[in-house]
Structure formats: C-alpha cells, structure tokens
C-alpha cells in the first residue's frame, strides 16, 4: 500500500517580497521495532530577520547569521516520533520571492519524505544533507562553479535537477544564467551587462539507492524500488546575483581566495556531543578590503574574527538541540568590498558527524619528505580523538580521508599522503616542493 500524506507546516502570503531561498533537511534518528524518531531543519533565507519573524512564527526559529542590509538566515527545527509506514510532502507556499530577472515572484518549498523501512540498513531513509549562502554572487566577468554539498548519511546516490511540478516551485523559470549538472554543480560563464541582476534558483536533491532495495510498511506490505527511484527530494533555493564587472578576476585580487588552514570542499569531521569544533578560515584580497565571513549551519554556530581575512567558526553540538547521530552540513564564503562594489569568494562546505561515542587514541605518525631525500624519518606523536560509525575493513578509504581532511585542517601541506595501516596506526607522507 503506497499513501501520500500532505503535510502542510505554512500557508501565509507577504506583501512584500523578501524571500530569498531556503532548504529542508530530514535525518532518521533512533529507531525502536515500527517507531521510529526524526528531525526536520528548515531554513530561510529573508530580507531581514524581523520580516522573517513575521512570516514564520514569533519566537521559534533561530538566527544563524545575516549579512547587514541584505538578508538574513534562521533555522527552525521540528523534532517528531512516527509509524512506519509512509511517505509524504511536507513544506508550504504562499512564498513572495525577492525581485529577479527570472520573472519568479511566488513560490513553494517542501520536502519529499520515505518513512518506510529500507531493507538495506534496516530503517527509515535519511535525505541528503547539503546547504548554500540565502545570496550567492559572482561579477559578471568572471567564470564560476559553485559545487553543491551532496553528502547522503545512507550512502546514496546523489542527483540534482530544476524544480518541477506542485510541490517544487510555483514559477518554475530556471536563470538562464547558470547551467546545472545531475552532479549537483553549477556554472556560470562570463556573460554582457545586461544579463546583471538578481536570478532565483529553485532546485531540487534526490537521493536514489546503489541496489534494488524492499520497503516495508508497518503493515508487513512491501514494495521494491530500483536505483533510479529517488528515496527523498529535498528543495535547494537561494538567490544569484550577477554583479557588475570586477577589473580582474584573478582569485586573492578583488575576489577574496582561501587559503590553508581553510578546509576544503567537502571535507568530513567527526566529533562528539558536548565537544567543541573550532574551523579556521582564512583569506586573502590584495586590491580590495575583506569585511565578512558569511556561513550556513548550526544557528548556536559563533563566528570570530581575528583580523582582515582570518576567521574562525565554533560549534558545540548538545543532546537538547538534537544535535547527537547526524551530519551537519556547514558552508561559508568571505566577502570583500571595493569602491563600494561587493566582492565574494568561492563557496565552501564542509560535514560535521556528531557521535555519542568517542574512542582516544594515540597514532604515531611517520612524516617523510621526498625533495630532498631524508636521513631518517621523522616521528610526530600526537593524541587525536577518532569517532565514527565507519568499518575500518570497509570503509578505509572514507577514514583516511577524514584523517586527512583533519590534519591539514591543524596546519599539514594538503599534499599530504594518509595510509591507514593494519594495527590501526596511520601513516602520512609529507612531500616537499621541489
């Protein structure tokens, strides 16, 4: 038996137009025989914080960062216990996006969910988990690829397209400024004046699984489904803006570039409840002023700024916040002014798996250099917490690179070689430079 629920969290109109993109994000938590716990995270992107308390309900959302004059971002969470045995839409309209070129004035948001147990892990799905900035910006000059998030905590197979159809998007014109990959990548080429201005983009992630798999209904009904059907459909919005032409577009000139110890894209960590996760970021502009570090990601998430391009985000996950037994996916940019043009760097993301239980160890780590050839090896001891629910004998190469990912992350080159050896000791190669 296949029923489709309608759940419909809002239904409101604005008289303004103030909205600037959003995404909805579901996790499985803990599942106890046909109940089972889940967590929904809305956020939205809004002109300004008090306009967007007015839309959603007074008091119970919460700010995680805005960017003065130009929007703001609040996250509400939803915390809830089901059967299992559906699967449904869940979201709302009555949506006044902000003035574009792409002609989108209302719109919808929601959330496709697969509540049904999946005979490959034995529980209900979980969606992708991704994110984006409420206003990603690119001079019309310059070349840009904006790489989405696509981390599946199920290990699925992640696809993006435009938003089609009831649920997706009510004006469903796609900026014709930006061309999209199933991959979940998007590109803008150089393009004239007159295509500059503000564009609304309205995708959709869905997340399929690698092998025909059975869903269960608490019935005992099953129903197979193959790899090209999605499992969840989560919405991806935000605004684009084409800004006037840079004189250069040489990243570390007027475009802010990152440099180490600032993670990559895509970068996994892994920490425990109750732990502090400190990420540095730092950049650099050489024709133009940074002003600000803008991110997406937990709302107590604290930003600091230690002088013109160095920045640090810190988060302490807590039981109470629902944080414990989920990835959380965090994304930032900086930005840079100059003769009052706008000026922003590419845009990053990064995972953060929170675990309850953390296991210390101490893993001696051989570094070597090839240029010049060394003497003798140098050993570097140091006590690093490792927490994950990965097999070591299945999963060794996800684990070398979170182990990697994390040593550049605390200073190493990021050409560094990580090999997780037998014994549980890691091995990393540090190859010079010539």
Request: aromatic residues 8%; charged residues 20%; hydrophobic residues 35%.
């Amino acid at each position: 038996m296949l029923l489709f629920v309608l759940l419909v969290m809002m239904m409101v109109s604005w008289t303004e137009a103030g909205y600037t993109g959003g995404v909805i994000t579901h996790t499985t938590k803990v599942v106890q025989g046909n109940i089972f716990t889940s967590v929904h995270r809305y956020k939205f992107g809004y002109s300004s914080c008090g306009e967007l308390e007015t839309w959603f309900c007074s008091g119970c959302t919460k700010k995680i960062d805005e960017s003065s004059g130009e929007w703001c971002l609040r996250e509400y969470t939803e915390w809830s216990g089901s059967r299992i045995f559906y699967n449904y839409y869940h979201g709302g309209w009555g949506l006044t996006w902000i003035n574009n070129r792409n002609g989108v004035s209302s719109g919808r948001i929601a959330i496709f969910v697969e509540e049904r147990n999946r005979s490959d892990i034995n529980r209900p799905n979980s969606s992708p988990q991704t994110d984006i900035l409420p206003v990603v910006r690119v001079p019309s000059n310059c070349q840009r690829n904006i790489s989405l998030l696509t981390f599946d905590p199920d290990g699925d197979h992640v696809q993006c397209r435009h938003g089609s159809g009831y649920y997706e998007c009510s004006t469903c014109t796609p900026p014709s400024v930006l061309s999209l990959s199933s991959s979940c990548s998007l590109s803008f080429s150089p393009t004239s004046s007159s295509d500059e201005g503000s564009y609304a983009v309205q995708l959709v992630m869905e997340d399929f699984p690698r092998q025909t798999i059975n869903l269960t209904h608490d019935d005992g009904s099953i129903v197979s489904i193959s790899t090209s059907s999605s499992m969840s459909i989560i919405p991806v919005q935000f605004l684009f803006k084409v800004d006037p032409a840079a004189p250069s577009c040489t990243a570390g000139e007027y475009l802010p570039r990152f440099l180490p110890p600032t993670p990559e894209h895509g970068a996994q960590f892994f920490i425990d409840i109750n732990e502090m996760i400190e990420i540095n970021i730092r950049a650099e502009a050489t024709q133009s002023v940074i002003t600000e570090l803008l991110f997406s990601g937990p709302f107590n998430m604290v930003k600091n700024s230690s002088g013109s391009g160095n920045f640090t985000l810190r988060w302490t996950p807590s039981v109470s916040q629902h944080d414990d037994k989920e990835s959380h996916p965090i994304c930032f940019a900086v930005q840079a002014t100059a003769n009052s043009s706008i000026y922003q760097s590419e845009l990053r993301c990064v995972i953060v798996t929170v675990s309850n239980t953390v296991t210390s160890t101490t893993v001696a780590l051989p570094l070597t250099t090839t240029s010049p050839p060394p003497k003798t090896s140098r050993l570097t001891v140091l006590k690093m917490k490792i927490s994950t629910t990965l097999s070591l004998k299945e999963n060794k190469d996800e684990i070398e690179k979170a182990i990697k990912d994390e040593l550049i992350r605390r200073g190493l080159p990021p050409d560094i070689k990580v090999r997780l050896l037998s014994d549980g000791s890691v091995q990393v190669k540090e190859t010079a430079a010539p």
